[in-house]
């Protein structure tokens, strides 16, 4: 799970460069711009996938550590 995870890190740095939207200017539900639509888009699947990160890559040790050290 943590490869696929850190596939998709790279995968969405390579999305967020979206050079293809550029020079449209469609708007999407009659006043958003695609650039911005697009962008709306990008950022919850950015939130789903550092959700996921969090709950199946996030080293469990850690939190553990700052309880046992006073630092929580």
Do not use: E
Not at 30 to 55: D, E, N, Q, R
């Amino acid at each position: 799970m943590k490869i696929f995870l850190y596939i998709m890190i790279v995968v969405l740095a390579v999305l967020h460069q979206d050079f293809w939207n550029f020079d449209n200017h469609t708007l999407v539900f009659g006043f958003m711009p695609l650039g911005l639509a697009y962008h709306a888009g990008y950022t919850i699947c950015a939130v789903i996938l550092w959700s996921l990160i969090i709950k199946f890559a996030w080293p469990q040790n850690l939190a553990q550590d700052n309880i046992l050290s006073g630092d929580a």
